[in-house]
């Protein structure tokens, strides 16, 4: 059975990956997003007129009640590092997660997918983990078989955690970071859309979710990794926490005598919280394994989009292979 779902945050990272698979089922997509503009490109996911980015603003009940309007199903996918303005993390993480399963709710919408993190807490020190698991509750308390999914940091083309940390090796030869000995579980960002999307067809029961790929590991041995991907050398640098808060509270000033024309999306005080915290499936949650999901290692990806940081870039291998060649 086809339909129509609803993905909130539908052209963000994870969303365009979900909104794919979705269309290839053959349903119709209503992708909702504070910048439909910025998303004509999700239409070439289907044929015409099968996905539609349409304007939403998941802090007003009317903008979301128009997006869930006929809808079968609903994903949110929004979510956010660092509050900017009135995107606060309880406006968007905790609010906005409670007022689109009540209105998914009241409209009669059959299936809900909630994305959450690992590390969701609502005892955690952290805004980011504490808001993310009130936004949990919240969902459950209006869609109590909705499907909670808890993923680890999200890898793939067009990520935030190695892109932005490769575009930094461009810049000096340290690379620094908070946190080298925390671990991580990365996951490929489709193999989660993968998951999402036997939520909205129905093929998997609801709950809690923790999906996390094949391998653990340190943020220094990612760093390692990614650098080996992109054939560059650079000083690892693990800036101890004291440091890194000076430096962030350093940010904030700058974002409030900016008047906020500079964000501070670089690091913030709750990120450092974060990442004092070991990101990896705890095994209390069902996983991958209960979805027939085989995860995707983060070796299989990163060359595929990491290349362009090479210092020849495409062509890099070429160069290596010509020094090889006698005169």
């Known amino acids: 059975m086809s339909g129509l779902v609803t993905i909130f945050g539908g052209s963000g990272f994870l969303g365009r990956y979900i909104a794919r698979r979705m269309a290839q089922q053959g349903w119709r997509v209503r992708v909702a997003t504070r910048r439909p503009n910025d998303a004509m490109f ?5 044929v015409v007129g099968q996905v539609e980015p349409i304007f939403c603003n998941i802090r007003d009940d009317a903008s979301v009640q ?4 006929g809808a079968t199903a ?3 996918c929004v979510g956010i590092l660092a509050e900017k303005g009135k995107n606060g993390f309880d406006a968007v993480q905790i609010d906005g997660a409670e007022r689109v399963a009540r209105l998914a709710k009241e409209n009669g919408v059959s299936r809900m ?19 993310k698991a009130e936004g949990e509750a919240a969902v459950l308390a209006h869609m109590p078989d909705a499907m909670i999914l808890r993923p680890s940091i999200l890898f793939g083309a ?9 575009t930094m090796t461009k810049f000096g030869p340290v690379l620094p970071m908070v946190g ?21 067809l129905g093929t998997a029961p609801g709950g809690v979710y923790e999906l996390g790929g094949p391998d653990v590991s340190t943020f220094r041995e990612l760093m390692q ?12 640098l693990n800036l101890p926490v004291p440091i890194a808060r000076l430096m962030a509270f350093g940010l904030n000033v700058v974002q409030f005598v900016s008047f906020g024309l500079i964000h501070n999306n670089t690091l913030t005080g709750d990120q450092i919280t974060n990442l004092q915290k070991d990101n990896v499936v705890s095994g ?16 299989a990806v990163l060359p595929d989009y990491l290349w362009r940081f090479r210092p020849s870039g495409q062509y890099d291998a070429i160069k290596d292979s010509a020094k090889n060649l006698r005169v």
């Open 113 to 131: 997918v909630q994305v959450s993190a690992i590390g969701a807490d609502a005892e955690s020190d952290s805004d980011y983990s504490r808001t």
């Open 158 to 166: 067009g990520d935030e955690f190695f892109n932005r940390f490769a």
């Open 225 to 236: 990794e990614m650098l080996g991907v992109i054939h560059r050398r650079r000083i690892l």
């Open 74 to 76: 609903v994903v949110n």
């Open 180 to 200: 080298a000995s925390t671990k991580f579980q990365p996951v490929y960002v489709d193999d989660v859309a993968a998951a999402a999307e036997q939520g909205v």
């Open 284 to 299: 209390d949650h069902k996983g991958f394994d209960d979805l027939g999901i085989t995860p995707v290692a983060t070796e």
């Open 42 to 46: 999700v239409r070439t996911y289907g």
């Open 66 to 69: 128009a997006a869930l309007t």
